[in-house]
């Protein structure tokens, strides 16, 4: 860890008080939190957590790039997904976790462009602060569209149009089991000498049952520890009672349960992000990075199955890319010059397999769209989950 950029004063004594509302917690909770509950305090403490506090973290200037950040063109691309969604549906966009905005200005602009622009754009982010930065972006790059666009404080409870959601599952809290002789264990945070540490209780309820689950399907040797959401299984299982007509659109990187949950990858997906650099140490610097796992999707599917979502497609983001015509997009352009140059190196870390191409996978779920989606026409990896 010593490789790390080290914090400024102000940003360590923000993490110190994160530190402290987190240590206050387990001590009311005997000793011991869940993996669940100490990766929501992190994230999304009030006014300490990582998404909630005012620190930078999209972009060439904060932790991590996420892909509307790299290029125009993925929302351009996206845009005509999107388009076909709502032609099929209502004319409304809800975009949960919206970042830095970059997304919803871009894909706006887009649908603009091709003349389906949406009656309302609505916005659900939890934190305040990038509520803000996400007005100011569509204030800045679309400004004659912002009265189309609105900002929620809860889930609707009926949505009929598309539901658009980049990177949001993976920063869903997550339990973490270990699959030991004794026993299924939950990994959970429990206070030491020098701050926090692991500490295992026996898996009982709702995640055991996941767990063995997960152990009657795939082989896993003693000692195997990995991650499960109930959080993001709970969420998309949610939007059966509150999606009406239309489509989940869920962008992200994970795999298949037998893939997840693959003999060789026996220390989970766990992963921690700060200034660009990726480590799996979650108890660094709380409040100042960002803590992740990939997503199960064989579980999201199952989720959505149950509360009557129907699986409308599933394939990685390139392929997903190529078929809603990135490419097209990126011959529309100028071809002089710097720009181009850029943007077709932008392009190609979107598509290909050793890039964001295969490790991000897109998956649409959804209610009265009878039409198979484009995004979706080739390469359709459905029959994987």
């Avoid at 975009?95 to 916005?123: F, Q, T």
């Avoid at 990995?226 to 009672?241: F, H, M, P, T």
């Avoid at 994970?254 to 693959?262: K, V």
Wanted: glycine fraction near 10%; charge should be negative.
């Amino acid at each position: 860890m010593n490789r790390l950029p080290v914090p400024e004063a102000a940003a360590l004594a923000h993490s110190q008080q994160l530190q402290a509302t987190i240590a206050d917690e387990i001590r009311a909770g005997g000793g011991w939190i869940s993996f669940a509950r100490f990766m929501e305090l992190l994230l999304y403490a009030p006014g300490q957590g990582y998404y909630t506090a005012g620190a930078r973290k999209f972009g060439a200037d904060g932790d991590f790039v996420t892909a509307p950040e790299m290029t125009t063109l993925f929302a351009a691309a996206l845009a005509a997904q999107a388009a076909q969604v709502m032609a099929l549906s209502a004319p409304r966009i809800l975009e949960i976790g919206a970042g830095s905005g970059r997304l919803a200005s871009d894909l706006l602009l887009a649908l603009e462009a091709s003349g389906n622009l949406p009656e309302r754009y609505l916005i659900l982010d939890l934190s305040a602060d990038l509520r803000q930065r996400q007005h100011e972006c569509i204030a800045a790059r679309a400004p004659h569209l912002l009265s189309r666009v609105a900002w929620l404080d809860r889930l609707p409870e009926s949505h009929s149009g598309l539901v658009l959601a980049n990177e949001l599952l993976d920063a869903m809290p997550a339990n973490i089991v270990a699959w030991r002789e004794e026993g299924i264990q939950e990994r959970g945070v429990e206070l030491t000498a020098t701050g926090f540490g692991w500490a295992e209780r026996p898996a009982d309820g709702a995640l055991l049952a996941a767990a063995q689950e997960i152990a009657g399907q795939c082989q896993l040797a003693p000692g195997y520890e990995s991650e499960i959401s109930l959080a993001n299984r709970a969420w998309v299982a949610d939007w059966g009672q509150r999606l009406q007509c239309g489509a989940l659109l869920l962008l992200d990187y994970g795999f298949p349960r037998r893939e997840y949950y693959h003999p060789q990858r026996g220390r989970g997906t766990l992963m921690c992000h700060y200034r660009h650099y990726a480590h799996p140490d979650p108890f660094y610097l709380p409040g100042l990075q960002d803590v992740t796992v990939h997503v199960d999707f064989t579980a999201i599917i199952a989720a959505a199955d149950v509360r009557g979502l129907d699986l409308l497609g599933y394939c990685n983001q390139g392929q997903f890319l190529l078929n809603c015509g990135i490419l097209d997009r990126l011959a529309e352009l100028p071809r002089e010059g710097a720009d181009y140059l850029r943007a077709s190196n932008q392009v190609g870390k979107l598509l290909m397999p050793h890039e964001m191409g295969e490790l991000f996978k897109v998956m649409a779920v959804g209610r009265g769209i009878e039409t198979a989606l484009l995004g979706f026409a080739g390469g359709d990896q459905s029959r994987r989950l």
